[in-house]
């Protein structure tokens, strides 16, 4: 199989198409930025820069990368509303730059000599559907990578925001477009992958037919030289890493917190909540913010256990960082298939702030049992290095192109 991936922005820090290169079947990988040259002086400027520095992975060829940095640098700065707008004008930029990558994306692949017996299209949700209809017409077999479980997280989540009013900034519905563009991109697609048994569960809700659906879940790549704990001693901290908001379950975690005076609780990642909700926080509770990649590392290795109490997470990558640093992860079961409950972590009901903080305390008062889980967890991250991921996507389609022909053979027959 040769491989095509187009994705909008810098997931999984390029973990799809890195898995593909190394397997040695990319064919081309196209992004809408991408850091070529200067990236130790682009480091130096202020926090947008820096992040730009990050729009690049050693292991993808020059030669194999098609970006548009220049015209996306000028959308980007026309049409970007500002992470602090409404959630309507933030979902239809989305929107708007899904279809501007979708276009260029299939532009250029209009341009190019197409195999349909070896070439494959994977790609990302909202900046797929131009690509996809191309590909449609050419007849190359495309996988469509739905990154959240759809509209039926969101309705979960507007339950959630009814039950803990005032704790958001912003609450407006995501816009009809945005639903209907993730529609059609599904319709196109041969196969719509998720990454865990969660998505694919809320995915089947919206009628996606389960005969389409594949999850492959996350790969992580562990960097550094990285060694288990060998000891748990101190004033317990926790961590959080991600998105500071409701769908994430921090109103459970600051919960848990009051019930946990000498735990230190150390929150890190874009706030979406209200200021007044920070404010009101324990004062074992530390908020810092949006944190740059580079900076991620020394947060997991001050700290003793990994906490992910989400509501609905389509994998949510942090929990395999945080076990490649050697962090037990407390989560639930709305999300990615990592943790072993008892082994390598502990899986705690969702929306449940009391089984939460019994969780934590578990493991404060066990420090033996922390060290041997945050040993396992080390171990286990191992399970979903790349380019394991690759491997099964391609997998995948095997089994799927065999099931689809055996079908049309019967229906031939009958």
Same mark, same amino acid.
């Given at each position: ?24 079947? &990319?064919?081309? +990988? ?7 040259? /200067? #990236? @130790?002086?682009? $480091? %130096? ?92 017409? &050419?007849?190359? +077999? ?7 479980? /759809? #509209? @039926?997280?969101? $309705? %979960? ?258």
């Amino acid at each position: 199989m040769r491989w095509i991936v187009a994705q909008l922005g810098a997931r999984q820090h390029y973990a799809v198409p890195v898995a593909f290169e190394r397997l040695g079947h &990319l064919r081309l +990988f196209y992004t809408e930025a991408w850091c070529r040259w /200067g #990236r @130790e002086l682009v $480091r %130096l400027g202020p926090s947008d820069f820096r992040a730009f520095a990050n729009r690049f992975h050693p292991e993808l060829p020059g030669s194999a990368v098609k970006s548009f940095t220049p015209s996306y640098g000028a959308f980007h700065l026309a049409h970007f509303p500002g992470h602090s707008s409404t959630r309507a004008r933030l979902y239809r930029f989305f929107v708007n730059a899904g279809a501007w990558f979708g276009t260029r994306v299939a532009e250029h692949l209009s341009r190019q000599t197409l195999n349909p017996s070896e070439d494959h299209f994977f790609a990302f949700n909202t900046g797929a559907l131009e690509a996809l209809s191309l590909m449609r017409k &050419l007849g190359v +077999f495309t996988v469509l990578d739905q990154i959240d479980p /759809g #509209r @039926e997280e969101e $309705r %979960l989540i507007a339950l959630e925001r009814e039950k803990w009013p005032g704790w958001e900034n912003f609450v407006d519905p995501v816009p009809e477009e945005y639903w209907n563009r993730i529609r059609e991109e599904w319709g196109l697609a041969d196969i719509v992958m998720v990454n865990s048994e969660w998505s694919k569960k809320l995915l089947i809700c919206q009628r996606i037919p389960e005969s389409k659906l594949i999850v492959v879940p996350l790969a992580y790549q562990r960097l550094g030289d990285v060694r288990p704990r060998e000891a748990a001693n101190g004033q317990l901290t926790v961590l959080w890493l991600g998105g500071v908001n409701l769908r994430k379950g921090i109103q459970y975690l600051i919960e848990a917190a009051k019930s946990l005076p000498k735990v230190r609780f150390v929150v890190a990642g874009p706030i979406g909540i209200r200021e007044e909700r920070v404010r009101s926080a324990p004062e074992n509770v530390v908020f810092g913010g949006r944190v740059q990649r580079n900076s991620i590392g020394s947060l997991y290795q001050q700290a003793h256990v990994f906490v992910l109490p989400t509501l609905s997470d389509g994998f949510a990558i942090t929990q395999l960082e945080a076990m490649a640093h050697g962090l037990p992860v407390i989560t639930t079961s709305n999300c990615g298939e990592v943790v072993t409950d008892g082994v390598d972590g502990l899986i705690v009901p969702a929306a449940n702030s009391e089984a939460l903080a019994a969780a934590i305390a578990r493991l404060d008062a066990n420090r033996k049992e922390l060290v041997a889980m945050s040993k396992r967890a080390f171990d286990r991250a191992d399970q979903f290095e790349l380019p394991k991921n690759a491997q099964q996507i391609e997998d995948a389609i095997r089994v799927f192109k065999t099931e689809r022909d055996k079908r049309l053979q019967g229906s031939e027959k009958a």
